[in-house]
């Protein structure tokens, strides 16, 4: 088993042909294309691209006690959004 938190896994291996499990941490990503598979070496390099996409969330927030009229604002990874 190999994990990383780069882009991409290198594994050095002897021709044959190997299955591959992905498992996922499901609150934070969905897999796009597939989580099972088998990949095929023949004496030459193979690659096999596996797609993320990150789970979206909707937040709600609600602004009590502050005065009528009053801006009022969340900031999110650095991001700001006027109410």
Same mark, same amino acid.
């Given at each position: 088993?190999?994990? #990383?938190?780069?882009? #991409?896994?290198? +594994?050095l291996q002897?021709?044959? @042909? /190997?299955? /591959?499990? &992905? =498992? !996922?941490i499901p609150? /934070?990503? @969905?897999? $796009?294309? *597939?989580?099972?598979?088998? &990949?095929? &070496?023949n004496g030459? =390099?193979?690659?096999? $691209?596996?797609?993320?996409? *990150?789970?979206?969330? =909707?937040?709600? +927030?609600?602004?009590?006690? !502050? *005065?009528?009229?009053?801006?009022?604002?969340?900031?999110?990874?650095?991001?700001?959004?006027?109410?």
């Open positions: 088993m190999q994990s #990383a938190k780069d882009t #991409a896994l290198t +594994f002897v021709n044959g @042909t /190997y299955s /591959y499990n &992905i =498992t !996922l609150e /934070y990503f @969905t897999l $796009v294309s *597939p989580r099972t598979g088998t &990949i095929d &070496i030459s =390099t193979v690659s096999s $691209v596996v797609k993320f996409l *990150p789970e979206n969330f =909707t937040l709600n +927030f609600t602004e009590t006690s !502050l *005065p009528q009229y009053t801006n009022w604002s969340i900031g999110l990874t650095g991001l700001r959004t006027l109410q």
